[in-house]
Structure formats: C-alpha cells, structure tokens
C-alpha cells in the first residue's frame, strides 16, 4: 500500500531501507563506526577504540516512517537484510538465512555452516551471501547452487550486488 502524502510503495520503503543497512554495514567494515568487533579465532568480543556516542542518536525531525510491527526471527543476529520482486523478505542471521512473507510469517529457514555477513537477490531469485572471504548461491527454493572459490586469504565480504 502507498503511502499516498509521500508516494512510496512497501517495496520502496524495504528497498531502501536495506540499502541503508548496507551502507552501515560497509561503513561500519572499514573502521567509520565499528563498536564491537568479534575475534574469528576465540569468538571473544573485542571493544573498538571508536567513539560512537556522537551517532548513536537519531534527530526526531528525520524520521518519517513509525514501526507498525515487529518481526521475529526467533534467533539473535541479524547481519543483513534483502527484498525480493515478490516482496518476500531475507534476513541472514546466525549461520543460516530466513525468508519471511510481507506479512511477517517465515516462510522458510535453510541452514548453513556459517554466518552470511551480507546478501542479495537477483532478478531471477537466486540468493547470494557473502561469507567471510567468499560468496555462496542459492536458487529461489533455498538449494545450494555453487560456492565461488575464496577471493583470498584475509578476504572479508561485507556486500554484494548483482547485476
């Protein structure tokens, strides 16, 4: 449903939401906001010696749109979020990945052997995560595709975009 006083779809509304929080997660990737980093070899946390205390609050006066409902994935993590043509929205969380209806219900969960630090999906509804130091494909059913050969050693993806 539009949103008739500003002319946005849902769609455009997730769309661009999601495009937000990959631009955080990429700026928070090259040091511009990371608070908290987790060591890969012990999964230790690790305090930044960054100062977020200057970003961490949000002017009233820009926020134009209220949360209507919560949606729950039932685990903790969420690392990154997509939307596809259908509107189904896919979130990759802790070592697997959700889709959930544009009404709120999981539709599906697949699991995976690790945390997908980003994705995206295609026009033709394949799913792409971004791994550590490469990238796994997935067809629109949640069926492993293939898995590109790592980028390199010290690689970490943190987007991906399909053209």
């Not at 630090?117 to 595709?145: A, F, P, R, W």
């Amino acid at each position: 449903m539009a949103d008739e006083s500003k002319g946005i779809t849902r769609r455009e509304f997730l769309i661009t939401g999601a495009r937000i929080v990959t631009a955080v997660g990429v700026g928070s990737a090259i040091g511009l906001g990371v608070k908290q980093i987790i060591d890969k070899s012990s999964e230790d946390v690790i305090e930044s010696k960054y100062d977020l205390e200057s970003i961490s609050k949000t002017d009233p006066s820009i926020i134009k749109y209220k949360e209507v409902k919560k949606i729950s994935t039932g685990l903790k993590t969420p690392r990154a979020i997509a939307v596809n043509n259908d509107d189904q929205i896919y979130i990759a969380l802790d070592k697997c990945f959700q889709i959930i209806s544009k009404e709120g219900y999981i539709l599906s969960e697949i699991k995976l052997n690790n945390t997908p630090s980003c994705l995206t999906i295609s026009e033709d509804g394949d799913i792409y995560l971004g791994m550590q130091d490469h990238i796994e494909v997935y067809n629109s059913d949640g069926k492993l595709k293939f898995i590109w050969k790592p980028y390199e050693k010290n690689a970490v993806f943190t987007s991906v975009a399909v053209l």
